[in-house]
């Protein structure tokens, strides 16, 4: 399979404790996304990285929440001191940077996700 | 500032017939338009996309889409429903002129349910 990967699928945490989530993104693609996604809505931006430069960040990321990307292929995301609140659908994306006639474009290609409760 | 809006939570529509799920958007330059699908507990699956040229984009499962400037809507059809069509329906948008950012803004959803 050569889609985008998410580790863990499930993660049950009692409030107050940090979780990390990994995102292998698909082969070669330079770009990855981070998204939130809450029940009954769609999913919500929080971080992006071109490489393993992260050049654009949610309001919504605040500062419980770090991503990395340290050597251009996987990320992981880490929620310190979760609130029930945090409790969401973690969707990774990737894609490639394309070019095409307006301009630079790409297409997001989105994991299975992780489902994060906070008991 | 970027935004879609996907009127109907669900659309409903006997096996057979014709699907429309409704979006409409809003960017202060050229609209860069997607539409994912989701199956229950699964990421998001990209079905088309439209960018420029011909307003009519065809993409994945016999699904497509038209894109209309003057509405800004850019509705998702189907000739002839499957019930193995049921599922949310997303609609995305990104500002082609706001090159600093590479967000997707995604409307609510819309839950299709397709009748045998």
């Known amino acids: 399979d050569t889609g985008v990967s998410q580790d863990p699928r499930h993660k049950i945490t009692k409030r107050g404790q940090n979780v990390t989530f990994r995102c292998d993104p698909i082969s070669e693609h330079n770009r990855l996304y981070w998204y939130r996604q809450t029940l009954g809505q769609g999913p919500e931006f929080l971080t992006y990285?071109?490489?393993?430069?992260?050049?654009?960040k949610s309001r919504l990321l605040s500062d419980r929440f770090s991503a990395e990307r340290p050597k251009g292929s996987f990320s992981t995301l880490e929620i310190q001191r979760t609130e029930q609140g945090d409790s969401a659908m973690y969707l990774c994306a990737s894609s490639l940077r394309g070019y095409e006639t307006s301009g630079v474009t790409d297409t997001q290609y989105f994991g299975p996700g992780t489902r994060l409760t906070v008991l | 500032a970027q935004s879609v809006a996907q009127p109907e939570d669900q659309v409903n529509v006997a096996e057979g017939n014709p699907l429309t799920v409704k979006c409409t958007y809003s960017v202060s330059g050229n609209p860069y338009l997607f539409w994912y699908v989701q199956y229950p507990n699964r990421g998001l699956q990209f079905l088309l996309k439209?960018?420029?040229?011909?307003?009519l984009v065809k993409g994945s499962y016999g699904f497509e889409a038209e894109f209309n400037k003057s509405q800004t809507s850019f509705h998702l059809k189907k000739p002839s429903a499957l019930v193995s069509d049921s599922a949310l329906y997303f609609c995305a948008v990104r500002d082609l002129q706001d090159t600093g950012r590479r967000a997707l803004t995604f409307g609510s959803g819309t839950r299709l349910q397709v009748q045998p």
């Open positions: 439209y960018i420029t040229g011909d307003n």
């Open positions: 990285f071109q490489n393993e430069a992260q050049l654009e």
